[in-house]
């Protein structure tokens, strides 16, 4: 079964702190894995993109990186801001172009 | 260059009743994937259409169709809904390469009642 997971669930930190979020895959034949950010009740923007041949992909504050082997990915943001708070989901591509979803960690950034 | 446009924004149901909810893809894009996200879960997918034929479907019954129309657009049609079909609603678009980045609108809550 392609599982993905997120941990952790939720996460609460203080304003400008750096952050890791986690995301685990159980298929080792992975394609693609893209993080997106949710705002409440709203879509899905696409944060970052990982093709399978990389190990990682930054913009701006974000990094996020893909270990296939271990079957791991991490987002790394620096200097968190409070307009970084939204849920955060990580999911990965299978060969049909149909993307398996983790269930998000809820970032929360206190001022 | 408009993104992923679906509409309505917000829908409200009794049981029993059909909905169809509208995807328009970015610009583009010939590739249309249909996402059910309840509460609190990550979003699961429903199906992917491409020129007009359903490409893959997930673990979702009958009473989910769908379309796609010549100009790329689609719907999602849930017949007979059920209060556990509440939830958003979520429309992704991508190239016909399967292992291209896929954009999302902004979706639909249907409300069941």
């Known amino acids: 079964k392609q599982e993905v997971t997120q941990i952790p669930a939720a996460l609460s930190v203080p304003e400008g702190e750096n952050l890791v979020l986690n995301c685990s895959f159980t298929d080792s034949a992975i394609y693609n894995l893209q993080w997106f950010r949710q705002d409440p009740g709203k879509g899905l923007t696409s944060l970052l993109l990982i093709q399978s041949s990389q190990r990682e992909q930054t913009s701006g504050r974000l990094n996020a990186s893909l270990d296939k082997s271990s079957g791991r990915s991490t987002l790394y943001i620096a200097a968190s801001q409070p307009g970084d708070s939204a849920t955060y989901l990580c999911?990965?591509?299978?060969?049909?172009?149909?993307?398996?979803f983790g269930q998000g960690t809820e970032l929360s950034v206190k001022p | 260059d408009a993104g992923v446009t679906q509409s309505p924004t917000h829908l409200i149901k009794t049981r029993g009743q059909q909905v169809t909810l509208r995807c328009s893809p970015k610009s583009g894009h010939d590739t249309v994937s249909w996402y059910q996200q309840a509460l609190g879960q990550g979003p699961q997918f429903i199906f992917q259409y491409y020129e007009e034929e359903e490409r893959q479907r997930g673990n979702f019954p009958d009473r989910f169709s769908g379309h796609q129309f010549p100009n790329y657009s689609s719907e999602l049609n849930v017949n007979a809904l059920l209060l556990g079909d509440s939830a958003l609603y979520l429309c992704a678009s991508g190239g016909r390469l399967t292992n291209e980045k896929l954009f999302f609108g902004s979706g639909t809550q249907l409300s069941v009642l």
């Open positions: 999911a990965r591509y299978n060969q049909g172009g149909k993307l398996i």
